[in-house]
């Protein structure tokens, strides 16, 4: 059974600063990842999708990894700022359409 | 991408009452899915809803107390039936399309209801 875990589960940084969040899952047959942010008792927005032949994707300030192999992904964000703040969830999605998600690192920018 | 505008946003409701929550999507989309996430928690797939046929449910979540309806490719609704207040929760649809300029297909989720059974 896939299970993926973030760390840390809470992250507070001041702005301006570049950071790293951190995604592992278990089982490395996956076919894609996603990375999303949801605001409090919101949605999901998707921020940047790596198929499982990609290392990597790049979208503005963001830039997320991929190691398949050692079941790794990670989130850069760049030069952070308090508009940032939010949860910023991993899902892997197995073969069936099915996405399994992290618990999530919930972010703070310190102004 | 496609927007995916999902109503009510949020809700209080009584126990032992229903509640119907739409989901309408600007373009055709073959798969439609609707998660739960409950507080403070991540989010748990409740079913693949599938376009002119019953609802795919994951474990522990059963068609009489979650009915879903897939009349079109751009639309979905999921019932909350007799509600508990351990049925609080944001409750989310998904859908699966391909990305702008790529072919690659990925996830897009509405905005999510927050129900709060009292």
């Known amino acids: 059974k896939q299970e993926v875990t973030q760390i840390p589960a809470a992250l507070s940084v001041p702005e301006g600063e570049n950071l790293v969040l951190n995604c592992s899952f278990t089982?490395?047959?996956?076919?894609?990842l996603q990375w999303f942010r949801q605001d409090p008792g919101k949605g999901l927005t998707s921020l940047l999708l790596i198929q499982s032949s990609q290392r990597e994707q790049t979208s503005g300030r963001l830039n997320a990894s991929l190691d398949k192999s050692s079941g790794r992904s990670t989130l850069y964000i760049a030069a952070s700022q308090p508009g940032d703040s939010a949860t910023y969830l991993c899902?892997?999605?197995?073969?069936?359409?099915?996405?399994?998600f992290g618990q999530g690192t919930r972010l703070t920018i310190n102004p | 991408s496609a927007v995916i505008s999902q109503k009510p946003s949020r809700d209080i409701c009584q126990r032992g009452t229903s509640l119907t929550i739409q989901c309408q999507v600007d373009s055709q989309v073959t798969m439609m899915f609707w998660y739960r996430q409950q507080p403070g928690q991540s989010l748990t797939l409740i079913a693949t809803a599938n376009q002119g046929s019953e609802a795919t449910y994951e474990s522990g979540f059963v068609i009489d107390k979650f009915p879903i309806s897939r009349p079109n490719l751009t639309f979905s609704t999921l019932t909350v039936s007799n509600m508990s207040p351990e049925d609080s929760s944001i409750y989310l649809c998904?859908?699966?399309?391909?990305?702008?300029?790529?072919?690659?297909?990925?996830?897009?989720f509405g905005s999510g209801t927050r129900l709060t059974v009292v």
């Open positions: 899902a892997v999605r197995e073969g069936a359409q099915k996405l399994v």
């Open positions: 998904s859908a699966l399309q391909r990305f702008p300029l790529t072919a690659n297909y990925g996830y897009t």
């Open positions: 089982d490395s047959a996956i076919y894609n």
